[in-house]
């Protein structure tokens, strides 16, 4: 679209100029702002708008839930990062639906923690950190508004400060294995999702969120029964 | 009309020298490290002997042989395989130091390189001389020459077979090369199809083939006769064209006295590595693979190769160079499975302990520098690859990881972690591809350890679990996930599956374990490994 070099009226000219600082904050990226990352279907109970761009959530889940939370971006072709995980199965990632090729690990950051999330943040739209001590208020809020900045999401394995939210577990079981026959089958987990005030739970059976589970039936591994 | 005949009555012939080393392929193993000296050895060509030592000759083996019939008449035999690749490369020294005294080298095959003599016979006075001084370049080398002088190359080679050890220089005098091939066995030629068939015929020496007429020659034998008549009447046509020297492109950083902190031999090498990205760059390449030596006072070494999604600019050197010279310690494998990094990624050579004298940059892969430019749709995002090189060279090259799916039983085998900016060992697709029987039900472990974790696993009585050879267990009842943890009580199992692979590799990849997937009394999920009463845990549901 073309800008007329000459303007009639001042009006018309104030029209411009601020279609124009428009026009530099989408070049800017700053219209990340408004982005958010679409979930798996199964969160939808508790997070119906997906994560948004920019903001840091508090996942004091295991690791397999904030794995399922990365799937959902991850298998739309947006890139992660997992910092300070030295554990990640990737098998296991790749089976709830997060591709590989575009995740980046930093297994044991160590002490710099901190510094690989801003550098990450840098460049990739999402990460995964498990903080190996709890932040300070500066370096916690300079990292949020980086985070802001780049319209990075953070998950944190662990409490924060500052979250946009909390995902807690209120309880757990896995069904499946019996006394000495049988194999790990679901995991159910009754989520709870808190944020400002509200929350909201909903009941998911994480073993069913793999993507291509492997098709087992009743048969159980050689050796299985005593 | 043949070119032999316009060379041949158009000018004086270009007088040739011909420099032969004997036995080469065996001397290239040699040098190259493979063989060790005077020791009776042979290199292998296609199942038969095609080179042997001279230990290995006065036991009696011969060229033609088959390996068994060699070690029959020679038991400690060391035989090893031809390899063209090898030849050539370790010829390039000798080609270099003949250049230094005889310019315009033109080489026949490795082992065997001819010169045109006459610029080198004003310069040293006579043939003898020029000859004197290639014999004297080689040998200073410490290795053994023949050298051989005639009007034509053939007619040279011949003159520098003929050589013998006492005396490894024979010029044949201008116009004497017919005279000098005559009386030797057309054998000479090289061609043992035709060689047997002029036997047959009665024609024996290279002078009575000479002395047949050439049409009816070249009517019989066919355009291969009438060059091989050619040469036997030393009017051989090939024509010496002089090598172009490669261009050197690897690079040497000197340190004297050595060096031992990693800063100031990055600064210092700085200036090289610039040095090896502009030479690359003048010869229109791009280097994508790395080979970086460093080498201590001590004189040990230290290889290792390296990749680059792109190609390496003079930084991207000298942080390779630092990530080798950190990556000193390697980690060592514990319990039933090995650590979780291939041992590709480690540095191959033995640990530096001495101050570095010396480091060489060799390009192990180029390419041409204008495919390697930026892309324009697809590939890596090119702030996403800065962005997280600058994060590497920060941490170290193994810090930033990206997962590839490899094959293989225990859980933490089956995901190779590959630095960024290197490609995966060739078939880790194919490994991964393969059916795997025995694998982990889905759904997988989300907590995998890179090192088992060790835990204990015991019956009702407190006993440590053990399973018999045929796979029966007595029912487990309590676990300890750590010395830090209390003992839980397991609720449910499975188990044993036994985890039994490659029993005749006992130095690698052998492995004997029972798995267990357990729920224990906090309902967290473990699955755990095995053998003879020790317990280690693989991996946590969680």
């Known amino acids: ?226 | 009309m043949s070119t032999a005949g316009v060379t041949g009555r158009g000018q004086a012939p270009p007088r040739v020298l011909v420099v032969w080393i004997p036995d080469w392929p065996l001397v290239a193993a040699q040098l190259a490290g493979e063989l060790p000296d005077r020791m009776a050895a042979a290199v292998m060509e296609k199942g038969l002997v095609a080179v042997c030592s001279s230990e290995a000759r006065s036991a009696g083996v011969v060229r033609g042989l088959r390996l068994r019939e060699a070690q029959s008449r020679c038991p400690d035999l060391a035989a090893i395989p031809a390899d063209p690749g090898r030849d050539a490369r370790e010829f390039e020294d000798v080609l270099a130091a003949v250049e230094r005294v005889l310019p315009g080298v033109h080489v026949l095959r490795p082992g065997l390189c001819a010169v045109r003599v006459r610029g080198a016979t004003r310069f040293y006075g006579s043939e003898d001389e020029a000859g004197g001084a290639a014999l004297e370049a080689v040998a200073r080398m410490g290795l053994e020459a023949r050298v051989g002088v005639a009007d034509s190359v053939f007619a040279a080679e011949q003159a520098a077979r003929c050589a013998s050890e006492l005396t490894s220089l024979l010029v044949v005098p201008r116009g004497g090369s017919r005279n000098f091939l005559g009386p030797l066995p057309v054998a000479a030629l090289g061609d043992p199809k035709l060689a047997s068939l002029l036997v047959r015929l009665g024609v024996r020496t290279l002078g009575a083939f000479a002395a047949l007429p050439e049409p009816e020659v070249r009517s019989r034998f066919g355009p291969e006769g009438a060059l091989a008549h050619a040469r036997a009447s030393g009017l051989d046509p090939q024509a010496i064209v002089p090598r172009v020297a490669p261009i050197p492109l690897e690079r040497a950083a000197d340190f004297d006295p050595g060096l031992d902190r990693i800063d100031q031999i990055a600064f210092a090498l700085r200036p090289t590595a610039e040095d090896f990205v502009e030479g690359l760059r003048r010869a229109g390449l791009a280097c994508t693979e790395l080979r970086v030596h460093i080498m201590d006072d001590a004189g040990r070494r230290s290889e290792r190769s390296w990749g680059h999604p792109r190609q390496f600019g003079a930084a991207d050197v000298v942080d390779r160079v630092r990530w080798q010279l950190q990556s000193g310690e390697t980690p060592s494998p514990s319990g039933p499975a090995g650590g979780r990094r291939g041992s590709r990624w480690r540095s191959t050579g033995e640990e530096l302990s001495a101050p570095v004298v010396q480091v060489r940059l060799l390009p192990e892969r180029t390419d041409q520098l204008g495919l390697r430019g930026q892309a324009l749709f697809g590939g890596v995002d090119e702030r996403l690859d800065h962005g997280l090189r600058r994060l590497q060279s920060m941490l170290g090259h193994g810090s930033v990881l990206h997962a590839v799916s490899a094959g293989g039983r225990l859980l933490a085998e089956r995901s190779l972690m590959v630095p960024w900016g290197e490609d995966a060992p060739n078939g880790t697709t194919a490994l991964a591809e393969r059916p795997w029987p025995g694998a982990v039900p889905a759904p997988l472990p989300a907590t995998v350890f890179a090192e088992p974790v060790p835990v204990e696993f015991l019956d009702a009585d407190g006993q440590p679990l053990r399973a018999d050879e045929r796979g029966a267990a007595p029912p487990p009842a309590w676990f300890r996930p750590g010395p830090g943890h209390g003992q839980r009580p397991v609720r449910a199992w499975a188990g044993p599956w036994p985890l039994h692979q490659r029993w005749w590799d006992a130095t690698e990849s052998r492995r004997r374990a029972e798995r267990y997937q357990i729920v224990d009394g906090d309902g967290e999920a473990w699955l755990l490994l095995g053998d003879d009463g020790q317990w280690w845990a693989e991996a946590r549901y969680d």
Not at chain 1, 86 to 92: N, T, W
């Open chain 1, 1 to 226: 679209m073309s800008v007329p070099l000459s303007s009639t009226s001042v009006a018309s000219a104030a029209e411009q100029l601020r279609e124009l600082q428009e026009r530099i904050h989408l070049l800017q990226g700053r219209r990340n702002r408004e982005v958010s990352y679409p979930l798996l279907p199964a969160f939808s109970p508790l997070l119906p708008d997906g994560l948004r761009a920019g903001a840091v959530y508090s996942v004091e889940a295991p690791l397999s839930v904030a794995m399922a939370l990365l799937a959902g971006p991850s298998s739309q072709g947006h890139w992660c990062g997992v910092a300070g995980v030295p554990d990640f199965g990737a098998e296991a990632a790749k089976g709830f639906g997060i591709s590989l090729e575009r995740t980046v690990l930093v297994p044991d950051p160590g002490d710099r923690w901190l510094v690989t999330a801003s550098a990450l943040a840098d460049v990739l739209p999402l990460l995964l950190v498990r903080p190996p001590a709890r932040p300070g208020a500066g370096d916690a809020s300079r990292l949020s508004s980086r985070l802001r900045e780049r319209g990075c999401t953070l998950l944190v394995l662990g409490p924060w400060l500052q979250a946009e939210g909390v995902l807690g577990v209120e309880g757990s079981r896995w069904d499946g294995l019996g006394e000495g026959h049988g194999h790990l089958r679901s995991h159910r987990m009754n989520l709870v999702w808190s944020q400002r005030g509200t929350r909201r739970r909903t009941g998911i059976d994480l073993a069913a969120l793999h993507a291509d589970p492997t098709p087992w039936g009743e048969a159980t591994p050689a050796g299985g029964l005593p």
